[in-house]
């Protein structure tokens, strides 16, 4: 069947890449705010060696993810809960047995990767949202423009560009975030839920993808009449473990 292949593909590009978020960026992370965060790069290596190395870790993780996927049932129905719920838990079983980040884990990356050498928060601040826009998450409680008034205030006090390696400004500037958390009310033991919520959303929106993809699949083959109308399955009834 060819949603199989168009299943495997999508299937496989999510657990690797996936939107991500700002959700569990409201509670300002001061830790990552601070420059150098970020854990030493690993050691150089030649590039064939390299390119090896890489090539049977992806193999590695792509056979190992399959595996689950073979297994594991899914419903392909977005409006479902119960479905968006046992999708999202598919997926992070693979995430887990193939040792692959989760959405959190990876925007937390992303932020650490992109933002080490930036010197000042306002540009840290700016990158941030940069970061957002091009992942396509909107800042539904409008904490960027809080986030940006906060270092105003603060950078006002000082009389000067914060710098992040300032331990005295980078202090103020945490004491005004945990202000705006507590006016968003976001509270630090609310993280794990919030990533919750963030999983069952991108779950939904995966499924709605995955069934899109089922639908066109479907007429194609109804069009080249390997389906009689009677015969035609509903989306919701596939199997994806007998096309794996």
Same mark, same amino acid.
């Given at each position: 069947?060819?949603?199989?292949?168009?299943? =495997?593909?999508?299937?496989?590009?999510?657990?690797?890449?996936?939107?991500?978020? =700002?959700?569990?960026?409201?509670?300002?992370?001061?830790?990552?705010?601070?420059?150098?965060? %970020?854990?030493?790069?690993?050691?150089?290596?030649?590039?064939?060696?390299?390119?090896?190395?890489?090539?049977?870790?992806?193999?590695? @993780?792509?056979?190992?993810?399959?595996?689950?996927?073979? @297994?594991?049932?899914?419903?392909?129905?977005?409006?479902?809960?119960?479905?968006?719920?046992?999708?999202?838990?598919?997926?992070?079983?693979?995430?887990?047995?193939?040792?692959?980040?989760?959405?959190? !884990?990876?925007?937390?990356?992303?932020?650490?990767?992109?933002?080490?050498?930036?010197?000042?928060?306002?540009?840290? =601040?700016?990158?941030?949202?940069?970061?957002?826009?091009?992942?396509?998450?909107? &800042?539904? =409680?409008?904490?960027?423009?809080? *986030? *940006?008034?906060?270092?105003?205030?603060?950078?006002?006090?000082?009389?000067?560009?914060?710098?992040?390696? &300032?331990?005295? %400004?980078? %202090?103020?500037?945490?004491?005004?975030?945990?202000?705006?958390?507590? @006016?968003?009310?976001?509270?630090?033991?609310?993280?794990?839920?919030?990533?919750?919520?963030?999983?069952?959303?991108?779950?939904?929106? !995966?499924?709605?993808?995955? @069934?899109?993809?089922?639908?066109?699949?479907?007429?194609?083959?109804?069009?080249?009449?390997?389906?009689?109308?009677?015969?035609?399955?509903?989306?919701?009834?596939?199997?994806?473990?007998?096309?794996?």
């Amino acid at each position: 069947m060819a949603f199989a292949a168009r299943f =495997l593909s999508r299937s496989t590009r999510q657990v690797y890449a996936g939107q991500s978020v =700002l959700r569990s960026e409201y509670a300002i992370p001061a830790r990552s705010f601070a420059k150098g965060a %970020g854990g030493p790069p690993p050691a150089s290596l030649k590039g064939d060696e390299l390119l090896k190395g890489i090539f049977l870790e992806v193999k590695k @993780k792509f056979e190992t993810a399959i595996g689950v996927l073979r @297994k594991e049932k899914i419903t392909i129905d977005p409006e479902d809960p119960a479905a968006v719920a046992q999708y999202a838990n598919v997926m992070k079983t693979v995430r887990e047995k193939a040792d692959l980040l989760s959405e959190s !884990q990876r925007i937390k990356y992303t932020i650490e990767t992109r933002t080490q050498d930036i010197p000042d928060a306002r540009s840290y =601040l700016l990158a941030l949202k940069d970061i957002r826009i091009k992942r396509g998450i909107v &800042d539904e =409680l409008g904490a960027e423009a809080m *986030m *940006m008034d906060a270092l105003n205030r603060v950078e006002k006090e000082l009389k000067k560009p914060l710098l992040r390696n &300032d331990k005295k %400004g980078m %202090g103020l500037l945490k004491a005004e975030f945990d202000k705006v958390n507590q @006016k968003l009310g976001i509270r630090k033991e609310d993280l794990p839920k919030l990533e919750e919520q963030l999983e069952l959303k991108i779950a939904k929106a !995966q499924l709605e993808e995955l @069934k899109k993809d089922a639908v066109e699949a479907m007429e194609t083959q109804k069009k080249r009449e390997e389906f009689k109308d009677e015969e035609m399955p509903t989306v919701k009834s596939l199997d994806i473990r007998n096309f794996i």
